[in-house]
């Protein structure tokens, strides 16, 4: 390594903690990103879905997100590594925020006039390049600048701010009543305003070209693979974050089918699916802001990671048991409350105990890139677990106890990773 990649500024062990200005404007970006994805994921994609055919809606549902978790699963890393060697006077992130913004509007706004299944798979794949390639680059912008010391507090916020992303898109969903095309450009506005605030007050640190190593093809696709037995705690790490995701997506990917044919809300409720999934929607978005902000600076506090991401992900599991057993109306009501008691917590805290676990400065872009595959390829898994225990499997109550068994071994594998307490 050459003295000026040990002393680039851009690559140094943050020490100072970051402005409250700087965290509001990470905080909106997960905002937009999270309204853009979510907004479509959650409702609009399934009323497009059903558009197109509905004996087949859930075919197609996981069909076209199955392809863009695919796409997402090399756009992640991918745009995280080139990040880390970006050279711009706007900093290593910056660009690659803005740019994803912008390509993953213009395939929202696209998607509005999908005509067929294959064009609406190909640009939701689009939308998903996009915002994974800005969620990459504002994720890796967190230990770039967040002090270990307040990553717990500004890991919360951030996941905060997915939250209220995520609310944001159930709203957008249930806003438009069923037109998902007004839904599609509204999300993609959400996106876009979410980047002015830290494109203008970002504080990203530029790397020197001197600090960059040369670019060698085959070292750069080898980079990729971060072997187990060199970085052990950032392995255990990567599987814990991966099970606990497959098994929370397992929960929320049918929900606004759950609603509709297993709590039949509209028949005993009175209550439009749609309408459900915004209600089960703000309930999570509460107890996930209260609990990821609360969990993230307890974690600060006591200095310790594991606890509390052992027993936030059990949490979670109880939810998935809850809704497993409990298919009526209240039974959704407590699920989606205790899921987002649990899922809060784990988000602040995971990542605060994964930013620890990095194993080098200089491509803290690609390796979190690697870390966020366990959160993509949870959505590709998912559906392909989910639906035969839809389908064929028992339905529902078969589908919530295997997500909750699921998530449970990823807080087992937690106690596995030694170098954080």
Same mark, same amino acid.
């Given at each position: 390594?050459s003295?000026?990649e040990?002393?680039?500024p851009a690559l140094?062990?943050?020490?100072r903690r970051?402005?409250?200005?700087?965290t509001a404007g990470?905080?909106?970006?997960?905002?937009?990103?999270?309204?853009a994805f979510?907004g479509?994921l959650?409702?609009l994609?399934?009323q497009?879905?059903?558009a197109?055919?509905?004996?087949?809606k859930e075919a197609?549902?996981?069909l076209v997100t199955?392809?863009?978790?695919?796409?997402?699963?090399v756009?992640?890393?991918?745009?995280g590594a080139?990040?880390?060697r970006? #050279?711009?006077?706007?900093?290593r %992130?910056v $660009?690659?925020?803005?740019? &994803?913004?912008?390509? /993953?509007? =213009? !395939?929202?706004?696209?998607?509005?006039?999908?005509p067929?299944?294959?064009?609406?798979t190909l640009?939701?794949c689009?939308?998903?390049?996009?915002?994974?390639?800005a969620?990459?680059?504002i #994720?890796?912008?967190?230990?770039? %600048?967040v $002090?270990?010391?307040q990553r &717990?507090?500004v890991g /919360?916020? =951030? !996941?905060?701010g997915q939250?209220?992303?995520i609310?944001?898109?159930a709203?957008i969903?249930?806003a438009?009543?069923g037109n998902?095309a007004?839904?599609?450009?509204v999300?993609a506005?959400a996106l876009?305003?979410g980047?002015v605030?830290?494109f203008?007050r970002?504080d990203?640190v530029p790397?020197?070209?001197g600090a960059?190593?040369?670019f060698?093809?085959?070292?750069?696709?080898?980079?990729?693979w971060?072997s187990p037995?060199?970085?052990?705690d950032?392995?255990w790490?990567w599987?814990?974050?991966?099970?606990?995701?497959i098994?929370n997506?397992?929960i929320t990917?049918?929900?606004?089918?759950?609603?509709t044919?297993a709590v039949r809300?509209r028949?005993?409720q009175?209550?439009?699916p749609e309408l459900?999934?915004?209600?089960?929607?703000?309930?999570?978005?509460?107890?996930?802001?209260i609990?990821?902000?609360a969990?993230?600076r307890l974690?600060d506090?006591m200095?310790?990671?594991?606890?509390?991401?052992?027993?936030?992900?059990?949490v979670i599991a109880?939810?998935?048991?809850i809704?497993?057993?409990?298919?009526?109306?209240?039974g959704?009501l407590?699920?989606?409350s205790v899921?987002g008691l649990?899922?809060?917590c784990?988000?602040?805290?995971?990542f605060?105990l994964i930013?620890e676990v990095?194993?080098?400065a200089?491509n803290r872009g690609k390796?979190l890139?690697?870390i966020?595959?366990?959160?993509?390829l949870p959505?590709?898994?998912?559906?392909l677990i989910a639906?035969?225990?839809?389908?064929l499997?028992g339905?529902y109550?078969?589908?919530?106890?295997a997500a909750?068994?699921?998530?449970?071994?990823g807080?087992?594998f937690?106690?596995?990773?030694?170098?954080v307490?």
């Amino acid at each position: 390594m050459s003295m000026s990649e040990t002393t680039a500024p851009a690559l140094a062990e943050p020490d100072r903690r970051v402005r409250p200005i700087w965290t509001a404007g990470v905080v909106l970006v997960n905002v937009g990103i999270n309204a853009a994805f979510f907004g479509p994921l959650q409702v609009l994609m399934g009323q497009q879905a059903a558009a197109f055919s509905e004996p087949d809606k859930e075919a197609i549902l996981a069909l076209v997100t199955g392809a863009g978790a695919a796409v997402s699963l090399v756009a992640n890393p991918l745009c995280g590594a080139f990040s880390d060697r970006t #050279t711009s006077r706007r900093g290593r %992130r910056v $660009p690659w925020v803005v740019a &994803g913004a912008v390509l /993953g509007a =213009a !395939a929202l706004i696209a998607l509005a006039g999908a005509p067929n299944v294959a064009v609406m798979t190909l640009l939701w794949c689009l939308v998903q390049a996009g915002c994974n390639g800005a969620y990459a680059a504002i #994720t890796a912008a967190i230990p770039d %600048r967040v $002090p270990v010391p307040q990553r &717990g507090t500004v890991g /919360g916020l =951030a !996941a905060m701010g997915q939250t209220v992303g995520i609310l944001a898109g159930a709203v957008i969903a249930a806003a438009v009543t069923g037109n998902f095309a007004a839904g599609y450009l509204v999300s993609a506005l959400a996106l876009l305003a979410g980047v002015v605030l830290y494109f203008f007050r970002n504080d990203d640190v530029p790397l020197p070209a001197g600090a960059r190593p040369p670019f060698s093809l085959a070292g750069f696709v080898r980079g990729f693979w971060i072997s187990p037995a060199r970085h052990p705690d950032f392995a255990w790490a990567w599987l814990t974050r991966l099970l606990v995701n497959i098994g929370n997506h397992m929960i929320t990917l049918y929900l606004l089918f759950f609603l509709t044919d297993a709590v039949r809300v509209r028949e005993t409720q009175g209550i439009e699916p749609e309408l459900g999934v915004l209600i089960l929607t703000g309930l999570y978005a509460v107890m996930v802001i209260i609990t990821s902000v609360a969990g993230g600076r307890l974690s600060d506090r006591m200095g310790r990671r594991k606890p509390l991401v052992i027993i936030s992900s059990a949490v979670i599991a109880a939810a998935s048991l809850i809704l497993a057993f409990a298919p009526t109306w209240p039974g959704a009501l407590a699920g989606a409350s205790v899921l987002g008691l649990g899922f809060g917590c784990y988000l602040a805290v995971d990542f605060a105990l994964i930013t620890e676990v990095l194993p080098t400065a200089l491509n803290r872009g690609k390796d979190l890139g690697v870390i966020n595959i366990a959160n993509s390829l949870p959505q590709v898994l998912a559906p392909l677990i989910a639906f035969p225990f839809v389908a064929l499997w028992g339905g529902y109550v078969s589908l919530y106890v295997a997500a909750a068994a699921i998530g449970l071994l990823g807080a087992v594998f937690v106690v596995k990773i030694k170098g954080v307490d």
